[in-house]
């Protein structure tokens, strides 16, 4: 899923293998995106920076520089139940959710409430939080995008239609 307040930013489906991580975007919310995406935004950035300016433009960019974040990184979106890896949990998380640094999560929403956050991590010891508590940065292997947790698909045998 991707919070209703990330809905405002382009976004795209998670691939498994992929390597994301936490990210602040435009609308102040936490996410992930990817490392790939921030690198070309920060590149093409830093191209535009050396582009020369009248004095009056490079004063008025000075005083009111433009956002720091690229409107243009889109927003993964992660499935409810896919397995995650997450590397660099800050010291004070671990203490108190009782993780180690590296931890093995699911991806749940904690809430079905309209304009709340809802996506967040389960760890293994069944501890959860939402993403906007996590510092930005955060790296996060996705390892399945499938839930252990869903039924399979029922077998066209097993479906029974009653005619009324």
């Not at 489906?13 to 991580?21: D, F, W, Y």
């Not at 010891?125 to 996060?140: A, K, S």
């Not at 252990?148 to 097993?158: G, I, L, M, Q, S």
Request: charge should be negative.
């Amino acid at each position: 899923m991707c919070d209703y307040s990330l809905h405002a930013v382009p976004n795209r489906l998670a691939v498994e293998g992929e390597q994301l991580v936490t990210y602040r975007f435009p609308t102040s919310s936490i996410g992930l995106a990817s490392p790939l995406d921030l690198e070309n935004a920060t590149r093409a950035r830093e191209q535009c920076s050396g582009v020369k300016r009248s004095w009056w433009a490079t004063l008025k960019n000075w005083l009111n520089p433009p956002p720091l974040r690229n409107e243009k990184i889109p927003a993964v979106c992660i499935p409810p139940g896919a397995r995650l890896r997450m590397h660099g949990v800050p010291q004070d998380l671990q203490k108190e959710l009782g993780v180690g640094a590296v931890e093995e999560v699911v991806f749940v929403e904690l809430s079905a409430s309209a304009y709340r956050y809802r996506d967040g991590v389960r760890f293994k010891n069944g501890r959860e939080i939402l993403l906007q508590y996590l510092d930005e940065g955060l790296r996060m292997d996705v390892l399945s995008l499938a839930s252990a947790d869903t039924p399979a698909a029922p077998v066209a045998d097993d479906l029974r239609v009653e005619v009324i």
